[in-house]
């Protein structure tokens, strides 16, 4: 029986040196591969030209270049773009594009649905059906880049699509350290944000990487019991525990976490939540992002007044909190926070996937 071919673009740049050195070439060789892929987006093997005939044909024997494919391209009336990819084997997943955000910024995906169960979310409807590759999560970065015509331009990366990147730790991880690579995107890490419902342990973990993202946690209550109603995971590890990883978590001087806060009408969205939450957040370097519910059929709640919205904000800032509201793109065509969802594919039980997370 053959071996499948290696998929070089879902290999970091030691693996790809190992793969030359086994095929009996020089290792330097996998920084020029390195940088057809992603630099030049090319994938065809045949097309890196500067590799010698008798390297490439090696290659074309050994390997292959996988990228997400475009499977649908929608555009909101404000700009925002949501790109359906499909990948190899046949599953999707939903990445977007927002302009002007001030920065161009690519949210992109770790999993195949989400095994959090989040109240408020569509993605979490879906449940969990596969992990992605750290191949599948930085190949939509240039499949969107690819798309909009974007390897040359300066842009910020979220992982806030579908799926909880701290629960597909490893593949993300390496996969921002691919992104990272001198000799491909060079992508900063500050210019990458990772949201996360809060996992403990990974977030104790994440706090000892070499390369370090951005965090924001996705904290959407100011009680226990609240919380664990809108984000089961917290049923394991709570409110308390979560804010003291916050507490735990090294910054640097210009750095601050941001804790995303989704409003619910009648839930979350009271006075006395929101002096609860600047009492919760003291001694922590943090900044609120404040969500009004985007709302979709499925989800059970209602999107509160933009009044009620001002005067929390508000309130948040006599406290000494800095606090945004954030401005929901790509509404119309369910690209906005929470609404995330390709319908159709199978996947486990909600209570095995989130015992399995936990």
Same mark, same amino acid.
């Given at each position: 029986m053959s071996t499948p071919p290696v998929d070089l673009a879902g290999l970091d740049r030691a693996e790809i040196e190992a793969l030359v050195e086994s095929l009996g070439y020089p290792r330097f060789h996998a920084r020029q591969i390195y940088r057809w892929i992603w630099k030049r987006n090319v994938t065809d093997i045949a097309g890196m030209t500067d590799l010698s005939r008798e390297l490439r044909a090696a290659l074309l024997k050994a390997a292959v270049v996988r990228t997400p494919v475009v499977a649908r391209h929608e555009v909101s009336e404000d700009g925002t773009q949501k790109f359906v990819l499909r990948l190899g084997d046949g599953r999707q997943i939903e990445a977007v594009f927002i302009p002007d955000t001030p920065a161009q910024t690519f949210c992109i995906s770790t999993q195949v649905g989400c095994a959090m169960g989040c109240a408020f979310c569509l993605t979490?409807? *879906?449940g969990l059906v596969r992990n992605l590759t750290a191949g599948e999560i930085a190949g939509q970065v240039r499949a969107l880049a690819g798309a909009l015509d974007m390897f040359t331009t300066p842009f910020n990366i979220v992982l806030m699509g579908m799926g909880e990147p701290l629960h597909n730790y490893e593949q993300t991880m390496k996969a921002l350290r691919m992104l990272a690579d001198e000799f491909g995107l060079a992508l900063s890490p500050r210019r990458v944000t990772l949201s996360t419902v809060g996992l403990v342990p990974m977030l104790d973990k994440l706090a000892a990487e070499p390369l370090m993202p951005n965090l924001a946690i996705s904290l959407h209550a100011t009680t226990e019991e609240q919380r664990e109603s809108i984000v089961p995971p917290t049923k394991k590890y709570s409110l308390h525990d979560v804010l003291d990883a916050c507490r735990r978590f090294p910054l640097s001087k210009r750095s601050r976490i941001t804790f995303e806060y989704v409003m619910l009408r009648g839930v979350n969205d009271t006075p006395d939540d929101a002096r609860r939450l600047a009492g919760l957040l003291r001694g922590i370097k943090g900044?609120?992002? =404040?969500? &009004? =519910?985007? /709302? /979709? &059929? #499925?989800?059970?709640?209602?999107?509160?007044?933009?009044?009620r919205v001002d005067h929390f904000a508000a309130i948040l800032a006599d406290k000494g909190v800095l606090v945004s509201v954030r401005k929901s793109r790509g509404r119309d065509i369910r690209a906005a926070c #929470?609404? =995330? *969802?390709?319908?159709?594919q199978g996947r486990r039980s909600p209570a095995q996937q989130l015992a399995e997370a936990l």
């Open positions: 979490g409807k *879906m900044k609120v992002n =404040l969500i &009004p =519910l985007n /709302a /979709a &059929p #499925g989800i059970p709640f209602e999107r509160p007044s933009d009044e #929470g609404q =995330l *969802m390709v319908e159709g």
